[in-house]
């Protein structure tokens, strides 16, 4: 793997520059990847020589536009084996997709007393919607225990999934510790008890390989931005007859079947959900980032990401005062580890770093019932991605010592 990560790192041409006279070491990829050549090339090739509307022309460039921001959604069924990429609805990101979910399905579909099972550990997008469907509905949020190793807790699961759980919704991966939920066995608690399986993969589909048939799941949200894609693109993925007894939210041009002075008809699936004029430059880019992931193999990105946080978290567990959230076993961090240097602010720590050019996350990281869980207000983070070396993992280590000798 580490001579593909040679070859594929020249791809970054964004990673070769100086950040305050130091080689930047990017590690926030959690919040945002890296773009590689080719997806920036597939952006401006657009504006250069295919810019028409999509699925409106006759045209020749209306055309090529339109199959190339279609191919793009049969590479998304291949990437997370979906029956059907009829399934595959185009959206802004994880949040929309999450929003779209609670909003254009789980709503119609609940009534007081009716629980929604969510975890601890989950970002703000996949539990504020939730606040509000309950303050409409009358239905109740019940959560998830975690386990010592920082994973959803099973046992707690079997308790509190039941016959009233009429959703259970859960992150594969953790933004914060990075552990992997068991996203199979708990859908099939959830469909024991007639409830569906929706999942964040916002940050386990870049990483590892997800497999919707599989997993046995009934919904799934993912970002582009977070794949190597282009921002304001992602993906909501749905079983067809979800899809097609959920609502739509835009409604407007281009979603419509037919219009008339006082009712409409709709497209079918998956065109009734892409009402106006979408990120057409940005699906198409996002088709050429999925090109990178299979080619070099979801598989492999998850087993090098492994191999870099067995080496790396017992250098970082040497460190003087650093603190560890969630499993202290390297294999339960999918290239997320979330930590703190005892006694220092984490925007102290992550400003400290900057000026050694690495480039970490510090905050809430959009968490916050996680940190109260957790006993803190905020953390650390750094995120790897199949760009980064073990010689950019030594030098944070290093910047985290100098960071901890200068403060102290």
């Known amino acids: 793997m580490d001579k593909k990560i040679n070859k594929y790192r020249a791809d970054f041409p964004i990673l070769e520059q100086k950040v305050n006279g130091e080689p930047l070491v990017y590690l926030d990829n959690a919040a945002t990847t890296q773009k590689p050549k080719q997806v920036v090339q597939a952006l401006v090739d657009y504006y250069y020589h295919d810019n028409a509307n999509v699925h409106r022309g006759v045209h020749t460039l209306a055309q090529r536009a339109t199959t190339a921001y279609e191919a793009t959604r049969k590479k998304v069924q291949k990437l997370i084996n979906a029956p059907s990429e009829r399934e595959v609805v185009y959206t802004k990101g994880t949040t929309e997709a999450l929003n779209w979910i609670v909003k254009g399905y789980a709503e119609k579909n609940l009534a007081p007393g009716d629980e929604i099972v969510l975890s601890y550990q989950e970002h703000h997008s996949n539990i504020v919607p939730w606040q509000e469907i309950c303050a409409k509905t009358g239905a109740k949020l019940v959560y998830l225990e975690l386990n ?41 608690l959830a469909h024991a008890k007639g409830a569906l399986m929706i999942v964040d993969g916002a940050q386990s589909v870049p990483h590892i390989p997800v497999d ?45 079947e037919f219009v008339g002075l006082k009712h409409a008809t709709f497209k079918e699936v998956p065109w009734k959900f892409e009402g106006g004029t979408q990120n057409i430059a940005g699906v198409i880019a996002l088709g050429k980032a999925i090109d ?7 598989a492999e990105i998850e087993a090098y990401e492994t191999e870099l946080m067995r080496y790396v978290l017992p250098k970082l567990q040497a460190v003087p005062g650093f603190e560890l959230y969630g ?51 905020a953390s650390a983070r750094a995120s790897f991605y199949f760009y980064n070396t073990k010689a950019e993992a030594d030098k944070l280590v290093e910047a985290l010592k100098k960071t901890r000798e200068f403060f102290k």
């Not at 046992?155 to 914060?176: C, P, R, Y």
């Not at 799941?217 to 007894?245: C, M, N, Q, V, Y």
């Open 327 to 377: 499993s202290p076993d390297p294999n339960d961090h999918k290239g997320i580890i979330s930590f703190n240097l005892a006694g220092l602010h984490p925007h102290d720590t992550a400003t400290a770093l900057d000026m050694e050019g690495v480039a970490i996350r510090a905050g809430h990281h959009c968490a916050q019932p996680l940190m109260k869980y957790l006993g803190i207000a």
């Open 212 to 256: 919707v048939q599989e997993l046995g799941i009934d919904f799934l949200a993912f970002s582009g931005h977070k794949l190597l894609g282009p921002t304001g693109t992602g993906i909501l993925w749905g079983r067809l007859e979800l899809l097609e007894a959920m609502d739509p939210l835009d409604l407007g041009g281009e979603m419509i």
């Open 148 to 188: 010592k190793r920082g994973q959803v807790d099973l046992a707690d699961a079997q308790k509190k999934i039941t016959a009233k759980t009429k959703f259970v919704s859960l992150a594969q991966v953790s933004n914060v510790l990075g552990a992997l939920a068991p996203i199979k066995e708990l859908a099939k």
């Open 292 to 298: 990178q992931l299979q080619e070099i193999g979801l």
